[in-house]
């Protein structure tokens, strides 16, 4: 009746609380995608070279509709809040922080073609560094003007990562993006990459909590990465986009075989599964596991539940996601995690349009994410 809205009726917005609210669910939501060789945490007292277009910039932590329509910010929008060349200064002090531009945005959120990165001095600079922090992604967007027809970064941002990951030192690849954009050409030779989404305002002190272990990290991929532009199959996928090349005669490029599967998500500290089981009365199925941190430090493990129709009259589903919980645990200490599902949860539509439990075998899996399961637990319906 009444859509529009006053300040005054929000007496907490913008405040210290919901500032730390922000900054709680960017760290929250933040996925280490890869940490080859413990490259994360950074130590204190690292020398580190800062570089890439989302490096220095507001817009893109933001995304659009945030301020503006596309998310362009004016002189003095934010005040007071952190790009991720500023909470890194800030962190680690600005003697250990070289900064160099190279690829940037223009004003319209896009290149300069007329402006050519110094590429040279980016190797200079990295040789007077103990780790390289690469900051790429996407510039802020909204609707139409947010439309691809492509997931593969620009060339320049290509060759920006190309050349960092050539010199040899140690890499941390921060992304800052609203979808997963390919980054297969060189991943492999990037040791820490960590996903931050758009964290917001916040996002930049968040990524710094990440990157010095201040905050463990604990977020998982809500979607399955890909690593090649026609390469979008899901975790649910069928068995038919699987190619399974048994004699390794030839070898299959159109295959299922993403960046990273859904549900991925690593942490400074290890975590172990056990004493799984499965009880069945009536309609309700539960199933109980043992998770430990076997790790030396504080973390957040997302506990998640898989089914599995080995068997049905329609062609079924891989496996199914059907819950996940999120709990904290100290090193050392074990927590039982319980689900509760029913059998229809187990339901779908047959050739009929009826939706039905067909009776059969089933697995439940549980694990760490769709591909690191461990433990499986048979059921017959």
Not at 7 to 25: G, K, V
Not at 84 to 111: H, S
């Amino acid at each position: 009746d009444n859509p529009m809205t006053r300040l005054a009726d929000y007496p907490d917005f913008a405040s210290p609380a919901h500032d730390a609210a922000a900054r709680r669910a960017a760290v929250e939501s933040m996925v280490l995608l890869k940490n080859d060789n413990s490259v994360l945490p950074l130590k204190k007292g690292t020398r580190i070279l800062v570089t890439g277009p989302n490096a220095n910039s507001m817009r893109t932590l933001n995304g659009g509709w945030s301020v503006t329509w596309q998310g362009k910010l004016e002189p003095g929008d934010l005040t007071g809040k952190n790009t991720i060349l500023k909470a890194m200064q800030n962190r680690f002090g600005k003697d250990n922080i070289i900064y160099v531009p190279t690829v940037e945005y223009d004003e319209a959120g896009t290149y300069d073609s007329e402006k050519t990165p110094d590429f040279a001095a980016l190797t200079d600079a990295a040789a007077r560094a103990d780790v390289l922090m690469l900051c790429i992604g996407e510039n802020s967007y909204c609707e139409k003007p947010g439309d691809l027809n492509d997931l593969a970064l620009d060339p320049l941002q290509t060759e920006l990562a190309e050349r960092i990951a050539a010199t040899g030192k140690p890499v941390v690849l921060v992304l800052s993006e609203g979808r997963p954009r390919l980054i297969s050409k060189f991943s492999a030779r990037i040791p820490a990459i960590v996903q931050s989404y758009l964290p917001g305002p916040q996002g930049a002190d968040a990524v710094a909590d990440v990157l010095t272990g201040k905050v463990n990290p604990s977020g998982k991929l809500p979607y399955t990465y890909p690593a090649f532009p026609n390469s979008l199959a899901v975790y649910y996928h069928k068995y038919a986009d699987e190619q399974r090349n048994t004699d390794a005669t030839y070898k299959y490029e159109g295959d299922y075989n993403p960046e990273f599967v859904f549900g991925h998500g690593l942490s400074y500290t290890a975590f172990a599964y056990s004493g799984a089981k499965l009880t069945h009365e009536g309609d309700e199925i539960v199933i109980t596991a043992d998770v430990t941190n076997t790790g030396l430090r504080d973390g957040q493990e997302v506990v998640q539940l898989y089914s599995r129709d080995l068997y049905a009259s329609l062609i079924p589903d891989v496996k199914r996601l059907r819950r996940f919980e999120k709990i904290a645990l100290k090193p050392g200490q074990t927590r039982t995690v319980e689900f509760r599902i029913t059998t229809d949860d187990l339901a779908f539509h047959n050739l009929e349009n009826e939706r039905i439990a067909e009776p059969g075998e089933f697995l439940f899996e549980i694990g760490a994410s769709s591909a690191d399961i461990r433990a499986t637990l048979p059921f017959k319906l």
